[in-house]
Every structure is written in C-alpha cells, then in structure tokens.
C-alpha cells in the first residue's frame, strides 16, 4: 500500500497561508497590519504614479488593500481605507494624468 498524505486543505496549510497573507492570524500585531496596509496603499500610489496616473493605468490594485483591511478590520477598516484609496487613485492621479 501507498501512504499519501493528506490534501492541504485537511493538514491546515492553506488556511495558515490565507491568515499570514491576510495579516488574520492573532500573532500580527495590528499595530504592524495598520503598517502593512499603509505601506500597501503608498506603494499601489507610487506604482500607478510612476506607470503615467489613472490615466494610463488602471487603479484597481487598491482593491487588493481594501480587501485585505476589511479581512483584518471588519466594515470599519474597509470604509477608512477604501477612503483613502480613493483620494489616492481618484482626484490626485487624474490631475497628474491630464
């Protein structure tokens, strides 16, 4: 008889994974997922900056920090930074563009 080992999802591997990557896991202090999701936010502004604005690329990489804010923070957290995400890729980026 072959052993195999069990599927990822069955061991826990996957949902380890989910909680490191979604900041969910209680050993992220949320003083460093508040960190993490700033420096989120300034790098999906300096990437569309630097590729020509909204204009010329599309800003939706900030949904992949709001989401990641709402998985940690709840509806409070999604509210303040999808707020902040769009002074970031709305007004300020379509002045640099046209």
């Not at 069955?10 to 992220?28: F, I, K, N, P, Y």
């Amino acid at each position: 008889m072959t052993h195999t080992s069990p599927p990822p999802e069955e061991d826990g591997r996957v949902e380890r994974w989910t909680d490191a990557v979604l900041l969910l896991s209680g050993s992220v202090p949320s003083y460093l997922a508040v960190t993490l999701i700033l420096l989120g936010l300034l790098t999906c502004y300096a990437v569309t900056y630097r590729l020509g604005g909204a204009g010329s690329v599309a800003p939706g990489w900030f949904a992949l920090v709001v989401l990641t804010a709402a998985a940690r923070f709840r509806y409070v957290g999604a509210l303040i930074v999808s707020a902040a995400a769009t002074g970031l890729a709305g007004a300020s980026l379509r002045r640099i563009a046209g």
